[in-house]
């Protein structure tokens, strides 16, 4: 028997998806990462937020809720805009969040890879934008991190 046919894992993964689909957690994690922006306290707001998101990965199923947490957790840091040193150390800790979380998740609810009818369309698009400014800017500012973020985020990010 596997963790996820487990009696009380089931429960617990039962009243955790209720959580993960409340109006509660969506205003949580929106108010997280509002105030994290407002305060300048970004860090801390992408912490608590990539606990949440470990949480719905470890518990759930479902990956649905932790794309709220994936898309506040990138629109917190905007107001640091080209601060690129910034978070450079401390996003190591996110790692240390996430990256446990990805692994119990591969084990509890081993991954069905289908490839449904939008991957190629999306792996076109993800082409088209990782190569489509090709040599139009210097070589230095490919490798700057807004490009980089925006390049990899819109291109391998969507497939």
Not at 59 to 64: E, G, N, Q
Not at 77 to 89: N, T
Not at 109 to 114: A, Q, S
Not at 125 to 154: E, H, N, R
Request: hydrophobic share 60%.
């Amino acid at each position: 028997m596997t963790i996820s046919q487990n009696h009380n894992f089931l429960a617990v993964s039962k009243k955790a998806e209720k959580f993960f689909y409340s109006d509660i957690y969506i205003a949580i994690v929106t108010i997280i990462g509002a105030l994290g922006f407002a305060f300048r306290l970004e860090l801390y707001a992408i912490y608590a937020i990539a606990l949440l998101g470990a949480l719905n990965w470890v518990l759930c199923r479902d990956l649905m809720p932790s794309f709220l947490a994936m898309a506040i957790i990138s629109m917190t840091p905007l107001s640091r805009y080209g601060e690129v040193g910034y978070f450079i150390p401390d996003i190591l800790y996110v790692i240390a969040i996430i990256a446990p979380a990805g692994i119990l998740r591969m084990i509890i609810f081993p991954p069905k890879l289908t490839l449904g009818r939008f991957f190629v369309p999306t792996l076109a698009v993800a082409v088209a934008v990782t190569l489509g400014g090709l040599f139009s800017i210097k070589l230095k500012d490919y490798f700057a991190m807004p490009a980089l973020y925006y390049t990899i985020a819109l291109g391998v990010g969507m497939v």
